[in-house]
């Protein structure tokens, strides 16, 4: 998991991702170069002022969940990266993902749900240390 600013900078970063992240798309270099994560339009309509999925063109899920602060977006909660469907045959028969894709473990609905609680909680979390923050610079 990755927290990003109102302005795209990180704020902490993640240091685990699936390899297919890592060689194929290079994320570790710099997480533009992940395509859900290079999105700049602020993620939408207003209906992606909720915590959202994504699935990446080589089927990974991507979660970016905003950070509110008085219905001001202040950050993003962006990450996952796991495989939440079967493989499909055009990626079974493309050799560069099946190789990646076939040693990842797909995650069922159930732990997609508990993520993304313990994505409210974390989002929360984050919260409760920008107020503080906030408070302190004040006295």
Do not use: W
């Not at 999925?53 to 996952?80: E, M, N, Q, S, W």
């Amino acid at each position: 998991m990755n927290v990003f600013d109102s302005n795209d900078n990180v704020q902490v970063r993640g240091v685990e991702f699936p390899m297919i992240c890592r060689e194929v798309c290079h994320i570790d270099e710099d997480f533009n170069k992940c395509h859900i994560y290079a999105m700049k339009d602020k993620y939408g309509a207003p209906h992606y002022r909720q915590y959202s999925a994504y699935i990446c063109k080589y089927g990974l899920t991507v979660f970016i969940a905003p950070v509110f602060f008085k219905d001001h977006i202040i950050g993003y909660l962006k990450g996952g990266h796991f495989r939440t469907n079967e493989i499909s045959d055009d990626e079974r028969n493309n050799p560069t993902l099946a190789k990646y894709l076939e040693y990842m473990e797909l995650v069922h609905r159930g732990r997609i749900n508990a993520i993304i609680e313990q994505l409210k909680t974390l989002s929360q979390n984050i919260l409760n240390d920008y107020m503080t923050v906030m408070l302190t610079k004040k006295d």
